[in-house]
């Protein structure tokens, strides 16, 4: 109950240490727009966040990537977020004036599943789990379909982090030992600390 994720304008949400407020705990990325909402699940262990760039995105509370990702060709600027109190459906309120309900696990099963559906289930989860350090298995099992205007705009965002890289690389380089501090981006993110 210490921990906090608060969403921000740089398409990033931060996970903060009430405790240690200095610099955040996780960075979670995957946005590419203003994060506009952030809802926790009941369980505690995960999150979902709305954003500006119209998708809903679950993040695992100990990892900085989405596991799953929902969109709608539809659906406008996502302003609200919430989960379901049995932790299976989350709630999305966007600029459409819709409220859609989407599944917590996109693979889960809506209704009663016969054994044998449960069995299958079970040994392809098995069979993610037992190899899971493949590249290849790991590729497959997060690959998700993504609006091609979102590709766009992660592509463009790449280009500008790998020049913004490459002139802090270069200014380094070129000016006096000592005189340029790197910080990491987690340092980079509080702007300023009120006593």
């Known amino acids: 109950p210490m921990n906090f994720v608060v969403g921000n304008e740089d398409y990033n949400a931060y996970g903060f240490d009430m405790r240690k407020l200095d610099k955040p705990l996780m960075i979670y990325k995957g946005h590419v727009g203003a994060v506009l909402s952030v809802s926790w699940s009941p369980t505690g262990r995960e999150f979902v966040t709305g954003s500006y760039d119209r998708t809903v995105r679950i993040f695992p509370s100990r990892r900085g990537t989405s596991r799953e990702m929902y969109h709608a060709r539809r659906m406008q600027r996502v302003f609200t977020v919430n989960y379901s109190a049995d932790n299976r459906y989350i709630i999305s309120g966007s ?10 696990h996109a693979s889960a099963q809506v209704g009663q599943a016969t054994a044998r559906e449960e069995r299958a289930v079970r ?7 037992k190899y899971k350090h493949m590249p290849e298995v790991r590729r497959i099992h997060g690959a998700r379909k993504v609006p091609k205007l979102i590709k766009k705009q992660t592509a463009l965002a790449q280009v500008s982090k790998e020049s913004e890289r490459r002139r802090h690389d ?8 000592g005189t340029v501090k790197t910080k990491a981006d987690r340092e980079k993110s509080v702007v300023k600390q009120v006593d």
């Open 95 to 104: 600029d459409d004036t819709n409220l859609r309900l989407w599944k917590a």
């Open 123 to 129: 040994y392809r989860q098995a069979l993610v789990k």
């Open 170 to 177: 270069n200014t380094v380089k070129h000016s006096k030992p």
